[in-house]
């Protein structure tokens, strides 16, 4: 959980903030029904926290961004780019995980593990003494920093309380995308700490195999929020730096007539309308000669297009191919 207005001041936040914002706008928002978004709300599955990152790039009227996915938001990061591959140029995903313990097929020592951690936040998150809360404390930050401790005390109290918070953890544990990350195309990084309690190091690296061409950065660490001093805190930040220069954004133009088109399929079409053959599109996107051929099979389906000089002529009229 976070709590925007204290995370500047947190411990465990702060240098990720600090480094996240050096070189980009960081948009960030608590979760529903906890920090300072609205209290008292429904809905806490994967389809509401999607539509709400719905609502917050609307709202900020970006066209095309990166998206960072931190443990259960990786799903949702995910599932958004799934949906609206025209507006996510990378995702980064931390920590994060395919399924949770309640979804078919998980161990039944999984789902008990879970349910009982959601009757421990029921019967003592909101009580006086802090040894429930320092149950999941301990969990996040198993270094024994005294005032990581304190911090993830107090912030289990301001940001949710009990119900809202075992609603948000059997929802944490609903998620369920394995189905669906095959047909993922948005360039992806996804690291995971070794020795991360939270979310085991093999569903970090279950989630980048089911990616294509994913990126898999192992971190070595301890806290499920990286802290500075641990060894992998660097390498992250500069893999995430490196992983965003190496795939530069494009903001590839996308008008209602070609709002189907996917992400992939835009960056073949930028190569088309600026009359390239697909042997030099194939060399320039790594991929090979047959895939461009379906590509392009594909986008003149789709847009009902029969010929490549049409399907050029198109794609410049709607502002492809300017460079």
Not at 16 to 38: C, K, N, Q, Y
Not at 133 to 140: H, I, M, P, Q, Y
Not at 247 to 265: A, G, I, V, Y
Request: proline share 5%.
């Amino acid at each position: 959980m976070t709590h925007i207005e204290h995370d500047w001041d947190s411990p465990v936040w702060h240098h990720w903030l600090r480094e996240l914002t050096r070189d980009h706008t960081l948009a960030r928002f608590d979760i529903r029904g906890s920090g300072l978004s609205d209290r008292n709300v429904s809905g806490h599955s994967l389809e509401a926290w999607v539509r709400d990152v719905e609502a917050v790039a609307d709202s900020l009227g970006w066209r095309r961004f990166p998206a960072l996915g931190v443990c259960q938001g990786a799903a949702i990061a995910v599932t958004y780019a799934l949906r609206h591959p025209e507006r996510v140029s990378h995702l980064i995903l931390y920590n994060g995980y395919s399924c949770g313990a309640f979804s078919k097929g998980m161990p039944k020592y999984r789902v008990k593990e879970a349910e009982t951690l959601a009757r421990m936040i029921e019967i003592g998150w909101g009580r006086e003494t802090g040894a429930f809360r320092e149950v999941f404390a301990r969990l996040l930050s198993p270094s024994d920093a005294p005032d990581q401790i304190t911090w993830w005390d107090d912030l289990q109290r301001l940001t949710a309380d009990s119900s809202t918070a075992a609603g948000l953890w059997r929802g944490f544990h609903e998620i369920d995308i394995r189905g669906q990350l095959a047909k993922l195309q948005t360039p992806t990084l996804a690291a995971h700490v070794k020795a991360d309690n939270m979310v085991p190091f093999e569903a970090g690296r279950d989630l980048a195999s089911r990616i294509p061409d994913c990126r898999f950065l192992p971190l070595e660490g301890r806290n499920h929020i990286l802290q500075p001093k641990d060894p992998g805190w660097r390498t992250f930040i500069e893999e995430i730096r490196r992983f965003l220069n190496d795939n530069p954004q494009r903001d590839l133009p996308p008008p209602s007539l070609f709002h189907e088109l996917t992400h992939r399929e835009c960056e073949v079409l930028e190569q088309i309308a600026q009359g390239r053959s697909n042997t030099h599109i194939a060399g320039t996107l790594s991929m090979a000669p047959k895939t461009v051929r379906n590509h392009v099979s594909n986008i003149c389906g789709k847009l009902a297009i029969s010929t490549r000089s049409e399907l050029v002529v198109e794609a410049r009229n709607a502002g492809f191919g300017d460079d």
